[in-house]
């Protein structure tokens, strides 16, 4: 006897609900107005609700709410801060999209592999942000250091570029999919559920920066490549709150080292 069929079964349910709810959309100083409205639907039509907005040119606005149809709630519900650090500061993993490989140290993803981490790290209860860049201008190469990874579509060379809603879309339906799917997923991460929120992992590198003056590494030269190979290097490690106390009090023995050695040659 053949089973009934059941064309509920045929729709997977997604993962715990919570699970989707630590995944946020970071929108980056977003010129047009429309394009938040169209990205709060691509949102929610994927099923994840938080939208946060840094630096909007203009917002609210009435072509936000046309564009956003009936996900007039997420658009309620946006956050907005003004710099991208504030805005991924409890996160434990950012993803940062980009039209371009750029020359960033920072490994790059194709969507379906961050939105496999992405259901990992927030199933194990980390804060999860994918971040999208200004239309004209992409993200800052100073906004891409702040992330994990960059995840690229893998669109036409010759015209890469989508609008930023679609990218949104692309984005959340990959998330989407990966909640959706079996629980394992073929995430290159292990979840970082023990790694130290971003913010203290900002500390730490402004910390870092301040030491590696004070004990005059740099010698004239500039300090970005160095600095963007050792982000990339701590990034990669996961450190957890305990590791950054212990490494932050290696600086400040560097640091009082260098202003003892300061003192006595002056
Ligand atoms: N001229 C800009 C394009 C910005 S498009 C640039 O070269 O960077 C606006 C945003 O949409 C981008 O910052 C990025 O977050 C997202 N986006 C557009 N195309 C993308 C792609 N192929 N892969 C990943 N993100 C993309």
Do not use: W
């Not at 977003?30 to 394009?35: C, E, K, S, V």
């Not at 940062?96 to 993803?109: F, I, K, N, Y």
């Not at 402004?206 to 160095?226: M, N």
């Amino acid at each position: 006897m053949q089973a009934p069929l059941n064309p509920s079964s045929d729709t997977p349910s997604p993962a715990d609900p919570a699970t989707a709810s630590r995944i946020r959309i970071v929108l980056v100083g977003t010129q047009h107005p429309g394009n938040i409205g169209s990205a709060a639907r691509a949102i929610k039509t994927m099923g994840l609700s938080r939208l946060v907005l840094v630096a909007p040119q203009k917002f609210p606005h009435n072509e936000a709410d046309m564009m956003a149809a009936g996900a007039d709630d997420v658009l309620a519900a946006a956050v907005e801060v003004d710099a991208l650090a504030d805005a991924v500061a409890d996160c434990r993993l950012v993803l940062g999209c980009t039209a371009r490989s750029r020359r960033v140290q920072l490994r790059e993803l194709d969507p379906r592999t961050a939105a496999a981490s992405a259901r990992v790290e927030a199933e194990a209860g980390g804060e999860v942000a994918l971040v999208f860049g200004r239309e004209r201008t992409g993200l800052e190469n100073a906004e891409l250091q702040l992330c994990h990874a960059a995840v690229h579509i893998p669109a036409n060379p010759d015209y890469s570029s989508l609008n930023l809603a679609a990218a949104v879309q692309v984005l959340a339906y990959e998330v989407r999919m990966a909640l959706l799917g079996a629980a394992t997923v073929a995430a290159t991460t292990a979840p970082m559920a023990d790694a130290a929120p971003h913010a203290e992992l900002e500390g730490f590198f402004a910390q870092l920066a301040d030491t590696l003056d004070a004990i005059d590494f740099h010698k004239g030269r500039t300090p970005d490549s160095a600095m963007r190979k050792l982000r990339r290097l701590f990034v990669r490690t996961g450190l957890d709150s305990q590791e950054i106390r212990l490494l932050r009090g290696v600086l400040a023995d560097a640091q009082r080292m260098a202003r003892l050695a300061g003192r006595d040659a002056g």
